[in-house]
């Protein structure tokens, strides 16, 4: 399971590059250029964060404060762009205005509509999250985690760093990172533990 194509592939829909084009003004291609070259960049940039104790904290809560189960282009037609500035500011920090130049000199869209891409995506990739992780049941959440956490380590902060890695399939990962005790199914179990 790879979380970026997953992403991708909701946020590169028909209906959803017809909400960001709504909202926008921007063409499809260059929507779907912005979206394309910014989740990559977002999912490393909380893989990052969540390598320590108060990025995993900030995480969690992130996650607990998203569970929009409408369809993504919904949640993108419906964003409080307010809130997904907030939640971009605090997944890149201090590289925001960077970041959100170079996917403007990327896609072709000007600062104002790549800005408002972004914010407009950001709530749904954390409700995509939260809902990928959703349990199915309270008996079957807590025989799961249960179950789990044995082979998990105990660290808030390594279990969402190994969380984001088992997604991301980037080129420099070293054997280590892919040797690090943590697969699909042990994630998902510990991320409904939390959540």
Same mark, same amino acid.
């Given at each position: 399971?790879? !979380?970026?194509?997953?992403l991708?592939?909701s946020m590169? =829909?028909e209906s959803?590059?017809?909400?960001?084009?709504?909202?926008t003004?921007g063409s499809?291609? &260059?929507?779907?250029n912005?979206?394309? =070259?910014a989740?990559p960049?977002l999912?490393?940039?909380?893989?990052?964060n969540?390598s320590?104790?108060? $990025? @995993?904290?900030?995480l969690?809560?992130a996650l607990? &404060?998203h569970?929009?189960?409408?369809s993504i282009s /919904?949640q993108i037609e419906?964003?409080?762009?307010?809130?997904?500035?907030?939640?971009?500011?605090?997944?890149?920090g201090?590289?925001k205005?960077?970041?959100? /130049?170079?996917?403007? @000199?990327?896609? $072709?869209?000007n600062?104002? &509509?790549?800005?408002?891409v %972004?914010?407009?995506?950001?709530?749904a990739? !954390?409700?995509?999250?939260?809902?990928? @992780?959703?349990p199915?049941?309270a *008996?079957?959440?807590?025989k799961?985690a249960? *179950?789990?956490? *044995? #082979?998990?380590?105990?660290d808030?902060?390594?279990? %969402?760093?190994?969380?984001f890695? /088992?997604?991301m #399939?980037s080129?420099?990962?070293?054997?280590?990172?892919k040797?690090?005790?943590?697969?699909?199914g042990? %994630?998902?179990?510990? %991320?409904?533990?939390?959540?």
């Amino acid at each position: 399971m790879d !979380l970026v194509k997953m992403l991708l592939s909701s946020m590169t =829909s028909e209906s959803s590059l017809s909400a960001l084009t709504g909202k926008t003004g921007g063409s499809a291609d &260059q929507i779907e250029n912005a979206v394309t =070259s910014a989740i990559p960049s977002l999912v490393g940039s909380m893989t990052k964060n969540a390598s320590s104790s108060s $990025g @995993a904290k900030s995480l969690l809560g992130a996650l607990a &404060q998203h569970k929009d189960t409408n369809s993504i282009s /919904s949640q993108i037609e419906n964003a409080d762009e307010e809130d997904g500035g907030k939640i971009i500011g605090k997944i890149m920090g201090g590289d925001k205005d960077d970041f959100i /130049s170079q996917i403007a @000199a990327k896609s $072709g869209l000007n600062l104002g &509509q790549t800005n408002s891409v %972004l914010s407009s995506i950001a709530p749904a990739i !954390l409700s995509f999250i939260s809902d990928m @992780a959703k349990p199915d049941t309270a *008996e079957s959440q807590a025989k799961e985690a249960a *179950e789990r956490a *044995e #082979k998990a380590k105990s660290d808030d902060s390594s279990f %969402l760093g190994g969380f984001f890695k /088992s997604f991301m #399939k980037s080129s420099d990962d070293n054997e280590d990172e892919k040797d690090d005790g943590f697969d699909t199914g042990d %994630l998902l179990g510990m %991320l409904k533990k939390f959540m």
